[in-house]
């Protein structure tokens, strides 16, 4: 089955060196969300890492001042790339009442202001201001068209969603399943012992927030739902096998506020 798993074992304070390119391996954010990949660099207080869900890859720029803690994967330090120059952990579990360490940011070098790489090709999303509440209106946070490839196991819709915010989520398309087997959002009925959802149809438009979970939502053509996590949005297809899949839905994702 494919699931997005992120163990969670260290909860870590760091200050990064100030070469370029160090490799990380978990950013746990203040709002709860968890990014597991690879940090790729470090310049202008933002912290830049690449995620890696099944054969794709997305990249997120992290402001420092969202960010918790970063957990390096030692194996990387062994083999020679760049170490945190100090490094605080405690189990997860412990009950303590003080604040967590702190370290301050590495200084800017010229080393360290290396150029990111551009974003995917995804539109990027678009930030709107909160609105004012007291008419009953809720704001939309985010809005963005994103490409669901059919034989991609996960596609990052770089949203980050947090927990009691409102998903709508429209799409439209069609995709190939194989053997010339096409499938709108909605899906068909097509025996999958084991797709993610197995009570919804083959081929539909799935969801899910965070990559340490399998509360799995059913999008078809059009859904709306409440957040039960922290982290990114997350869109694929509901389908065991997507190898032999082509095409793509398209997906119009809005974010809106708490009432």
Request: glycine share 6%; no cysteine.
């Amino acid at each position: 089955m494919r699931r997005l798993l992120v163990p969670a074992l260290f909860s870590l304070a760091i200050v990064l060196s100030t070469t370029a390119a160090a490799l990380a391996d978990t950013i746990r954010l203040k709002d709860g969300s968890v990014l597991k990949g690879k940090v790729i660099s470090y310049s202008q207080r933002k912290f830049t890492i690449v995620v890696y869900i099944g054969n794709s890859a997305s990249q997120h720029v992290i402001p420092v001042e969202e960010v918790d803690s970063v957990e390096f994967d030692a194996n990387d330090a062994v083999a020679g790339t760049s170490a945190p120059r100090s490094v605080t952990a405690a189990p997860v579990g412990e009950v303590n009442n003080t604040p967590p360490a702190t370290t301050a940011p590495p200084t800017e070098s010229a080393s360290t202001r290396e150029q990111v790489a551009p974003p995917p090709a995804n539109d990027p999303p678009t930030a709107r201001p909160a609105a004012e509440n007291e008419a009953g209106v809720i704001a939309t946070l985010a809005e963005k068209n994103v490409s669901v490839a059919a034989a991609a196991d996960w596609t990052s819709t770089d949203i980050r969603i947090q927990k009691g915010q409102r998903v709508v989520i429209n799409a439209s398309g069609e995709i190939d399943l194989g053997e010339n087997v096409r499938s709108d959002p909605e899906g068909l009925n097509k025996d999958d012992t084991r797709k993610l959802i197995p009570n919804r149809p083959t081929g539909a438009l799935i969801a899910v927030v965070g990559d340490d979970n399998d509360d799995f939502v059913y999008v078809g053509k059009s859904t709306e739902f409440i957040a039960k996590h922290n982290g990114i949005l997350f869109l694929s297809v509901n389908e065991s096998n997507l190898k032999d899949n082509s095409g793509a839905f398209i997906a119009r994702v809005k974010v809106l506020s708490n009432k």
